[in-house]
T-cell receptor
């Protein structure tokens, strides 16, 4: 059984460049979450989707961040332009929409912006 | 806003000793989940508690949900080196949105 798939696993980019992170949720899950993890701020929810529709994007830091979910099996998180303070591990997670289930996290993308 | 706090931030125990981490919420939670993240890994779902006063066990791990549904201790009996990692609690705010605590880092000396 494939879990949540994220790509790339590591990304190093220069300040000002566009970064796109990709996620494939577990088949059958209809909720998808994007998190950011840093030592200083811990695990923060950026945005989540139910049935491909964004439900809560209050955690998205600023307009430089955008997320899309064009279909049930794919989502992207884009940062444009990137800044050094965006350096973090970005996790995608998926779950069933009804509240009785846990979230299943992907392996994460470690982003470094120089 | 909703806050979930965990104590301690860090604990270093001798293998075989017991360990407890505490999760406390500023408001009543509909349910609480626990996750474990190994060093360099990703959070892995352990369990969900829903009912007031609920107690669940997974081998040496005991999870509780307080009567007021505002706190949840996790107790590990006779720690092993495989227990090393960060333990996060997460409270459900509404819908599917979880608020994660800062986590408790557990290190085990063998």
């Amino acid at each position: 059984d494939a879990g949540v798939i994220q790509s790339p696993r590591h990304e190093v980019t220069e300040m000002g460049q566009e970064v796109t992170l990709r996620c494939k949720p577990i088949s059958g899950h209809n909720s998808l979450f994007w998190y950011r993890q840093t030592m200083m701020r811990g695990l923060e929810l950026l945005i989540y989707f139910n049935n491909n529709v964004p439900i809560d994007d209050s955690g998205m830091p600023e307009d430089r961040f955008s997320a899309k979910m064009p279909n049930a099996s794919f989502s992207t998180l884009k940062i444009q332009p990137s800044e050094p303070r965006d350096s973090a591990v970005y996790f995608c997670a998926s779950s069933f929409t009804s509240g009785g289930f846990g979230q299943y996290f992907g392996p994460g993308t470690r982003l470094t912006v120089t | 806003g909703q806050q979930v706090m965990q104590i301690p931030q860090y604990q270093h125990v001798q293998e075989g000793e017991d360990f407890t981490t505490y999760c406390n919420s500023s408001t009543t939670l509909s349910n609480i989940q626990w996750y474990k993240q190994r060093p360099g890994g990703h959070p892995v779902f352990l369990i969900q508690l829903v009912k007031s006063g609920e107690v669940k066990k997974q081998k040496r791990l005991t999870f509780q949900f307080g009567e007021a549904k505002k706190n949840s201790p996790l107790h590990i009996t006779a720690t092993q080196t495989t227990d090393v990692g960060t333990y996060f609690c997460a409270g459900r705010v509404y819908g599917n949105k979880l608020v994660f605590g800062a986590g408790t880092i557990l290190r085990v000396k063998s």
